[in-house]
C-alpha cells in the first residue's frame, strides 16, 4: 500500500522534568532553553508549537512528525538541548533530567486551550505543585 500521501497530525503535550524536581533552571539557563526550544520548533516546521519553561521543569507542545516514534522525538530533542546550550555557551551539565518524560496527546479541538494552559504554566505553579499538576494528569 502506497502511503506516500499520507499526513498526520498528533499532537504531544511533552513535560520534561529536572530529575529529583529540583529547581536548577535559573534565569541565564532558562532564556538559553528558551532560544533552544524556539530553534527546534521552527527546525520541525512547527509554527503552531509551543513551550514554557519554569525553573525545574518546562512544558512543549509540538506536532509528533510523520514517521517518528515519540522515544526518538525526545532523545532527538535532548540532543539538540544539548547542542544548542554548547553552542550559546551555558553549561549544559544542570540537565539532569528525569529519565522518561511526561507525555499526552492533544486533539486538534484542544490545541487552543492547551496553548493558553501551556503560556498560564508560571502562575499555576503558584497555586499548584508540578507533582499535583502531574496526578491529576494521571501521571
Known amino acids: 500500500?502506497?502511503?506516500?500521501?499520507?499526513?498526520?497530525?498528533?499532537?504531544?503535550?511533552?513535560?520534561?522534568?529536572?530529575?529529583?524536581s529540583?529547581?536548577?533552571?535559573?534565569?541565564s539557563k532558562r532564556e538559553a532553553l528558551s532560544q533552544t526550544l524556539e530553534k527546534f520548533i521552527e527546525?520541525?516546521?512547527?509554527s503552531h508549537g509551543m513551550f514554557s519553561v519554569l525553573n525545574d521543569h518546562f512544558h512543549l507542545l509540538i506536532k509528533l512528525?510523520?514517521?517518528?516514534?515519540?522515544?526518538?522525538?525526545?532523545?532527538?530533542?535532548?540532543?539538540?538541548?544539548?547542542e544548542g546550550l554548547k553552542g550559546s555557551g551555558v553549561k549544559d551539565d544542570f540537565l539532569d533530567w528525569k529519565s522518561d518524560p511526561y507525555a499526552y496527546s492533544v486533539s486538534l479541538n484542544q490545541l487552543s486551550a492547551e496553548k493558553n494552559?501551556?503560556?498560564?504554566q508560571d502562575q499555576k505553579h503558584q497555586q499548584v505543585s508540578l507533582l499535583e499538576e502531574l496526578k491529576f494528569f494521571g501521571m
Do not use: C
Not at 1 to 20: C, R
Not at 43 to 46: E, H, K, S, T, Y
Not at 65 to 82: G, R
Not at 117 to 120: G, S
Open 1 to 20: 500500500m502506497d502511503m506516500s500521501h499520507s499526513n498526520s497530525e498528533i499532537w504531544i503535550h511533552w513535560v520534561f522534568v529536572s530529575k529529583e
Open 43 to 46: 527546525d520541525f516546521g512547527n
Open 22 to 27: 529540583k529547581p536548577i533552571i535559573d534565569f
Open 65 to 82: 512528525p510523520f514517521k517518528t516514534s515519540p522515544d526518538d522525538f525526545a532523545n532527538n530533542l535532548k540532543l539538540q538541548i544539548q
Open 117 to 120: 494552559y501551556i503560556l498560564r
